[in-house]
C-alpha cells in the first residue's frame, strides 16, 4: 500500500526541512518570473524578495529551535504562490514543486 501521508515540516529531520525550505524559495522566484511575465509587478517584486530572503536563511530557520519561523514562512510562500494562481489561474498547477 502505497503511504501517502506528508509529513509536517516540524517532523523533518533538518536536512529535509531544509531542502524542503530551499525548494520554496527557489518554485517562489520561479512563479516570480511569471508574475513579472504577466506585468503583475508588485507581486513579482514581493515574491521575488522573499523567495531570495528564504533561500539565504533556510539553513538557518531549518534548525529545531526555529520551527515556528520555519512553518511561518513556508505558510506565507505558499500564501503568495496561491495569490499568484489566483490571479493568472491559466498557469500551471502541479503536484511538484519547480
Known sequence: MLNTEVPKL??????????VLERLAVTLERTAKWAGDE??????MVMASVGRALLS???DISSS????????VAIRVLGLMTTFHCRHPHYPLGPALH
Open 10 to 19: 516540524r517532523e523533518l529531520g533538518e536536512p529535509e526541512r531544509q531542502a
Open 39 to 44: 506585468g503583475d509587478e508588485a507581486l513579482e
Open 65 to 72: 529551535e526555529d520551527i515556528l519561523l520555519a512553518e511561518d
Open 57 to 59: 536563511v533556510a539553513n
